[in-house]
Structures are given as structure tokens and as C-alpha cells.
């Protein structure tokens, strides 16, 4: 059974970071599309960084360009988003997800992937 738990969250001034973690059981990441995720009070879900399978394509969205990087420990089987420069527009409720490739299924767009979280929520003080 797939299964991830995101960790990291918190509450932290504008101009801090954070780092969350997503941990996943009952699988391995590898073969795997990865994303992350969030969605703030009264707004739709938006995909924020997705990687491909074997990491050589990923996309994140304009608003997180230069500030969230996303790494991967196959060891620990955890994936990561580092959280640097935050805004208080950040907040939001975090989450990671994987998407099963195959059957037409591609790792983008950034959206509607297979399996979720929990979700962590972030909150961004200014």
C-alpha cells in the first residue's frame, strides 16, 4: 500500500525557510513521478515542483522559481522540499504525491497525481 507522510511544517516570519520532508512506505520512489503541492485558504490546489521518474525533467511554478528546491534520499526514501526566502503568500497547506506513469500517463502536467499525503500545513508571519 502506498503511503506518504509529510513533516516540516510550521509557522515562521516572512523571509525564513523550512524544510519538509515526505516519507513514503509501502513502496519505493524509483520509477515514480514526485510532486509537490499546496493549497491556501480559499484557493484551488497547485502543483509547485514536479520531477520525472529518473530526475531528468522537472518543472516548478513561477512563484517558487529560485526560492524551493526539491532533492531526493533513496536511502531514506524520503523526498524533500527546501524552503528558502518564504512569503507570507507562501501559506499554505503542503503536500507530496506520486503519480504512476504509464498507460498515456506522463509525470506532467503538475497536477492530479495518484497518491497523497496528509498534507503539512505552513505558515508564513510578515
Known amino acids: 500500500e502506498v503511503h506518504l507522510v509529510e513533516s516540516g511544517g510550521g509557522l515562521v516570519q516572512a523571509g525564513g525557510s523550512l524544510r519538509l520532508s515526505c516519507a513514503a512506505s509501502g513502496f519505493t520512489f524509483d520509477g515514480y513521478a514526485i510532486g509537490w503541492f499546496r493549497q491556501a485558504p480559499g484557493k484551488e490546489r497547485e502543483g509547485i515542483y514536479c520531477i520525472s521518474p529518473r530526475h531528468e525533467a522537472r518543472y516548478y511554478a513561477d512563484s517558487v522559481n529560485g526560492r524551493f528546491t526539491m532533492s531526493t534520499d533513496n536511502a531514506k526514501n524520503t523526498v524533500y522540499l527546501e524552503m528558502n526566502s518564504l512569503k507570507p503568500e507562501d501559506t499554505a497547506v503542503y503536500y507530496c504525491?506520486?503519480?504512476?506513469?504509464?498507460?498515456?500517463?506522463?509525470?506532467?502536467?503538475?497536477?492530479?497525481?495518484?497518491?497523497w499525503g496528509q498534507g503539512t500545513q505552513v505558515t508564513v508571519s510578515s
Open positions: 504525491a506520486v503519480r504512476v506513469l504509464g498507460r498515456g500517463k506522463s509525470w506532467y502536467p503538475c497536477a492530479d497525481y495518484d497518491y
